[in-house]
């Protein structure tokens, strides 16, 4: 084993800080939008255009097509980085050139390649991953949005909601049932779906606790005809493709959640320092200094397990579990650790003046998107049974 990092991962990760205090950091507050009254910030579409530019969408893409094939470790270095300064545009960000560009990455033809990716990793065109929809969520097997073969045309029917990016988004990997008659194992395909196309619309943009600057969106498909070829690798096998890229897209949410909670943590040292009570700087107290060395133990594990899980993602290693672990743990640790921070900020925690405040209603969505900490557990227990050599069934 060996946990140090490179000379290359070292100074990858400074030109990451180095971007997000130049070009994040000074915009941070506009993306919250702490002038907007209904919970909508700022979508940071320009920023996202920069960041493609300075080559930070290109980890999980081939050079041939605008990447730069680092993978996912780099990916995680460039979520902890970015997710410390603006937790909402690295959302924004992770989802466009990963979570879209992820089913294309690993399922497109070349020609499907060429035609999107360059545009998606110079943050030119905006992307977006379709899977839930009203009456489906966890039980991603229900899905209902249909695509029907009509001569040399998909006609798509049906709502996608909760889709982050989804009003702003140029493209679509939209996940729809191809075959009705068999279960959605067997009859799920992927597209690559342009929402220019005749028949979609955004039904609304949803207000939410946290991540303001996001675009969190309810779609609607009525009928939208697109090409036969935008299907994206092979016709039914929409849910192996979708399982596959969920395991990458666990991890890459998980590190944005080390990057909130070291933010957080970093606020409280100083605070703790510099605010004095009783004659003392506060953390001379142990119920401050306790507080700072769980949370900082809390959070070196979450970088432990996040950093792993990434390492065998990267080798192609089976890492369904180590995926589902890293998340669960860091996406609630750092529910905690937000937590903690504001006590450890006292009233100047709970006010608007600190970022922590928000970073602990940013924080709470960690643990719902892209799978509750319930389904984690689900998971979880499913692999270690069958790891054990016992049925999966009912754990
Ligand atoms: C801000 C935001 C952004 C999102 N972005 C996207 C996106 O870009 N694309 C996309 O497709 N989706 C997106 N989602 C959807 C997200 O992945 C789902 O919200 C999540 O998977 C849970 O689904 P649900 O909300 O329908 O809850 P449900 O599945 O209805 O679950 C409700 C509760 O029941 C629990 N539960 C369900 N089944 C079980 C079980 N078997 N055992 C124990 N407990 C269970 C859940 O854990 C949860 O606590 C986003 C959601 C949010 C909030």
Known sequence: MDFDWTNDQIEFRKMARDFAEREIRPVA???EGRDQPNGLGNFPRELLQKMGKAGFMSCLHDKEFGGNGKGLLYECI??????????????????????????????GTKEQKAEFLPKILAGELIGAIGITEPNVGSDTAGM????????????INGEKRF????????????????DPTVKAHKGMSTFLFETKTPGFSVVKNYEMHGMHGMRVSHLAF???RIPRHRLLGQLNQGFKQLMMELDKERIALAAESLGMG??????????SQERVQFGKPIKDFEGISFKIAENATLLEASQLMVHRAACKADKNLPCTKEAAMAKLF????????????????????????????QFYRDARLMSIGGGTREIMKYLIS??????AGYSSKGA
């Open 262 to 271: 070291r933010a957080c943590i970093e606020a409280a040292l100083k605070f």
């Open 163 to 178: 889709i982050t990016n989804g009003s702003q988004a140029d493209v679509l990997s939209l996940f729809a049932i191809t």
């Open 144 to 155: 209902k949005t249909t695509a029907i073969l009509d001569g040399d045309t998909w006609v």
């Open 222 to 224: 009525n009928n939208c």
């Open 78 to 107: 460039i979520a902890e980085e970015f997710g410390a300064v603006s937790p909402a545009a690295e959302l924004a960000r992770l989802v466009s050139c990963a979570l879209f560009g992820m089913p294309l990455a690993m399922f």
């Open 330 to 357: 860091a996406c609630d640790e750092v529910i905690r650790i937000c937590d903690d921070c504001i006590q450890i900020l006292g009233g100047t925690g709970y006010t608007c003046d600190s970022f922590v405040e």
């Open 382 to 387: 499913r692999e270690v049974y069958s790891q």
């Open 29 to 31: 507050a506009w993306i």
